[in-house]
């Protein structure tokens, strides 16, 4: 079965510290791949997402993820993270021109000031 | 910019009830989903539809039904509500092939 796996529940960092969040997915053929934030007592937003061509694909507030086909995976980047970003975090995957997105259980991610 | 409206924000019903829950987006997308989202089970699918009048079942359509009568409008119909029926019910869309834009979520307590 298609699934996508987030390496860490929670994470705990202090501000200015490097974030890097695990996605790994289970599909053998195209993606397209989505990070997704949820901010405490918000909806759900997109924060980047990847079709295709370049696969280091630069997100709003400067998040970064990089696909890496051979791995399957699409890992969420940010040189330094702000107590602002304190959230929950998930990776979606769209296999093909599926209409559905697979769902990581997402990652809670505390930062403290 | 995308609108996702959903009708409730917090919802109390009773064991037994039929609760409607209604989703509007104003971007003419063709697909709409319902998930519920629970802590650590991140988001579950329920149902989605394709089209007006179309649907299909989701991960866990058990104890649910859906109805889409226009192509604006997503309706999660619980028949007969049950306490493990509590949780956050999220709407989204998306136009032909992703991405899913969400509202904000309605959180329905079944006392």
């Known amino acids: 079965a298609q699934s996508v796996s987030q390496h860490n529940h929670h994470v705990i960092l202090s501000e200015a510290a490097s974030l890097e969040l695990g996605c790994n997915y289970s599909y053998g053929g195209t993606v397209n791949l989505f990070w997704y934030v949820q901010y405490p007592g918000q909806h759900l937003q997109l924060l980047l997402k990847y079709f295709s061509g370049d696969p280091l694909v630069k997100g709003i507030k400067g998040f970064e993820a990089e696909f890496i086909k051979s791995k399957f995976s699409f890992n969420l980047r940010k040189p330094s993270v702000q107590w602002s970003d304190t959230a929950e975090y998930f990776c979606?995957?769209?296999?093909?021109?599926?209409?559905?997105?697979?769902w990581g259980l997402g990652t809670s991610l505390a930062v403290n000031p | 910019d995308v609108k996702v409206t959903q009708s409730s924000r917090y919802l109390v019903k009773r064991t037994g009830e039929k609760v409607f829950l209604e989703c509007v987006q104003d971007m003419d997308h063709e697909n709409m989903f319902w998930y519920r989202q629970d802590p650590g089970l991140g988001l579950r699918l329920i149902y989605f539809?394709?089209?007006?009048?179309?649907?299909e079942k989701g991960d866990i359509p058990e104890g649910y039904s859906v109805s889409r009568e226009k192509k604006e409008r997503f309706s999660l119909i619980l028949e007969s509500a049950s306490t493990n029926q509590t949780s956050m019910y999220l709407c989204?869309?998306?136009?032909?092939?992703?991405?899913?834009?969400f509202g904000d979520g309605t959180r329905l307590s079944i006392l």
């Open positions: 979606a995957v769209g296999p093909g021109n599926n209409r559905k997105l697979i």
């Open positions: 539809s394709y089209d007006v009048k179309m649907k």
């Open positions: 989204a869309s998306s136009p032909s092939v992703q991405p899913q834009h």
